[in-house]
């Protein structure tokens, strides 16, 4: 584990939080299901980085060792897989997922768990290996090139939307969308795991 400084994270995980969650921003999501796509990933990826600045930070003036230790002995599988993962899908179900359109307290307590889990997440991150890093960016690029095979599916050929609050060609759009997100990452991601596990 390096301690380089890392007040980058902070400055990028700022920026991609006021990205995602201005006014125009959040005005737009309610209307375009691939730009509400596109923030929920910036809000939690900006939260991420902000985690992991912040588990560095902890690391470094010996606050909290219980988790961070916690982290560490469990690889950052805990509070990366299981709890941020846990966080996000649940919001993504179609009767939570419907209800931050329409409502929105629902859509603040949405917003809030996403930082909720991009915090957890990029805390879990900083106790990973580089094995367990691959494996996790090659694993959420692979499911969202799985739920974008899914959505084609029922959009295009059943013509089914699971989130109705949203036009069905909003929903197909957003398959698509996320086809050409997932798609060179989770090649790339799956070579470098391969190679972090030293079979080639």
Do not use: C, H
Not at 142 to 162: H, K, P, R
């Amino acid at each position: 584990m390096g301690l380089r400084d890392k007040k980058s994270y902070l400055f990028f995980g700022l920026a991609m939080l006021i990205a995602s969650l201005n006014p125009l921003s959040l005005s737009l999501a309610r209307v375009l299901e691939i730009i509400r796509v596109s923030f929920d990933m910036t809000t939690v990826w900006g939260a991420g980085l902000l985690g992991i600045w912040l588990a560095d930070e902890l690391f470094r003036k010996g606050y909290v060792k219980r988790l961070l230790e916690f982290n560490f002995t469990t690889r950052g599988l805990v509070l990366g897989w299981g709890i941020a993962g846990s966080i996000v899908s649940y919001w993504y179900f179609p009767g939570p997922f419907d209800l931050s359109v329409i409502l929105t307290t629902a859509r603040i307590l949405q917003l809030s768990m996403f930082i909720v889990a991009g915090l957890m997440g990029g805390i879990g991150w900083y106790g990973m290996t580089n094995v367990w890093k691959s494996i996790t960016i090659f694993a959420i690029f692979s499911m969202m090139a799985s739920m974008a095979e899914i959505f084609l599916e029922l959009g295009a050929y059943y013509q089914t939307n699971l989130y109705p609050v949203y036009p069905t060609s909003q929903f197909i759009d957003t398959a698509y969308f996320l086809f050409a997100m997932a798609f060179i990452p989770s090649t790339f991601y799956m070579v470098k795991w391969l190679k972090d596990l030293n079979l080639f």
